[in-house]
């Protein structure tokens, strides 16, 4: 009893204290964010068709529907062509930046409206990568999917260093230099401007919207409940950063984050658990042969060649038959075995690869891959991180901002560190 108290106490503090899978949840914010934003980029000639007033499933179909199953549509609140591209730009613009990761607290529930909108407004449109991303849409709404690999990550960082500077310069002289002659010697606090301003926005539009009726029930109440906890969250760290609320509110969003990561993870395995067990009650997947029939369909053939030759060979339709189901109906298993489950994840994630170039489905395939991306080891993320980020530097290094003229002094520079900086570069004094 004593040792199982002190496994659960452990288990608790550690979800309360710190923001679990960090790099997990940046890969999903990213992946899901790309792939609507590239499906949408995509579509753009097709978007009336589609989501828009040219749509077979029309705007009176579409609201006798939401009427019945009170689905969130933003849509349904006019069905005029400007008040559609506005939507659409919306969840293009929203797409962008939370795959930035700008203001990823707003800009994930602004993704996850323009998300429920469309697809909301035509059920009928899309396949089963639609529904993954509609559902992993609303659970990052509830995650803290900014903390790496994001534009809010590198401004809390500059936040931070300006205020280490800030520290050592504001400390007594003692004889020796605390700071660099460049550093400011006054002390300034960052100050978010963009911040207040975008929700005092957002406020507005979403009190406009509650007094023309188009929201009720659960729907407002989760909108306001939003919009609230945002400015909670802004003033107590404002006014009392390392106040007792400021904790409680921390580790209330701590815990609402690692909630949320694990109904991400619960997701995923469910999908391919059910996909699994369907399969396995099919015949055609009994037999070996569910895989030859799509390869012979020519909305699934974009590339004929390729799939006529892939059907003429029964041995490999029948081990990717059977390869398929036992992936899938094997992976939540593997979850406990870290070296299983990283197997199985690369196979299923190689299969969506093929899915995406063999039948002709990108963005289910993306979908797919970035849902399997929960799962990814930190070591393996961090890595592909620091390749990223080399390539990267490598990248800017080519194309330099601008060039040293040797001897050539800025206004106010003195002499001497001017031979100082000569010399650090092999240049002489």
């Not at 009893?1 to 452990?10: A, C, K, T, V």
């Not at 960090?22 to 992946?31: D, E, L, M, N």
């Not at 995650?143 to 050592?168: H, I, M, N, Y």
């Not at 390392?242 to 904790?247: S, W, Y």
Request: glycine fraction near 10%.
């Amino acid at each position: 009893m004593n040792r199982f108290g002190s496994l659960l106490g452990r288990g608790i503090e550690r979800v309360s204290a710190s923001a679990l899978g960090p790099y997990q949840t940046a890969v999903v914010r990213i992946g899901f964010a790309a792939t609507w934003l590239l499906f949408l980029l995509r579509e753009l000639p097709h978007r009336h068709e589609l989501y828009g007033p040219d749509s077979p499933w029309n705007w009176d179909m579409a609201q006798q529907l939401i009427a019945e199953n009170h689905a969130f549509t933003a849509l349904m609140w006019s069905d005029g062509r400007i008040w559609f591209e506005v939507i659409y730009a919306l969840a293009v613009l929203s797409s962008a930046l939370l795959m930035l990761g700008w203001r990823t607290r707003t800009m994930s529930v602004l993704f996850m409206i323009g998300v429920l909108s469309l697809q909301n407004r035509s059920i009928f449109m899309g396949d089963g990568g639609d529904n993954v991303i509609h559902l992993m849409a609303t659970y990052l709404v509830f995650t803290r999917c900014g903390q790496v690999w994001s534009l809010d990550a590198r401004r809390a960082a500059r936040a931070r260093k300006a205020s280490v500077r800030q520290e050592a310069a504001a400390e007594p002289f003692d004889g020796e230099e605390p700071f660099d002659g460049d550093e400011p010697l006054e002390r300034a606090e960052p100050v978010d401007r963009v911040g207040p301003v975008l929700w005092w926005v957002l406020g507005l539009g979403l009190s406009v919207v509650t007094f023309m009726g188009e929201l009720s029930g659960g729907w407002l109440l989760v909108f306001w409940g939003l919009w609230l906890t945002h400015g909670l969250w802004w003033v107590v760290g404002r006014r009392a950063p390392d106040g007792e609320a400021r904790k409680l509110l921390d580790v209330i969003v701590k815990i609402a984050h690692n909630a949320a990561l694990l109904v991400i993870m619960v997701e995923a395995c469910l999908i391919y658990a059910t996909a699994g067990w369907y399969k396995i009650q099919g015949s055609r997947w009994q037999d070996g042969t569910a895989i030859y029939y799509p390869l012979r369909l020519e909305y699934f053939s974009p590339w004929p060649a390729l799939s006529d030759l892939l059907a003429s060979h029964g041995l490999m339709v029948m081990l990717v038959t059977y390869g398929t189901v036992a992936v899938q109906v094997a992976f939540p298993f593997t979850l406990f075995n870290r070296r299983v489950k990283n197997v199985l994840l690369a196979a299923m994630i190689f299969e969506h690869a093929v899915i995406a170039v063999v039948l002709g489905l990108p963005f289910f395939s993306l979908a797919m891959i970035a849902a399997d991306a929960v799962f990814l080891p930190t070591s393996f993320l961090r890595r592909v991180g620091g390749w990223v980020a080399r390539a990267r530097g490598g990248l800017v290094a080519r194309f330099p901002r601008g060039r040293t003229v040797p001897g050539q002094r800025a206004q106010g520079d003195e002499p001497a560190r001017e031979s100082a900086d000569h010399a650090r570069v092999g240049f002489p004094s």
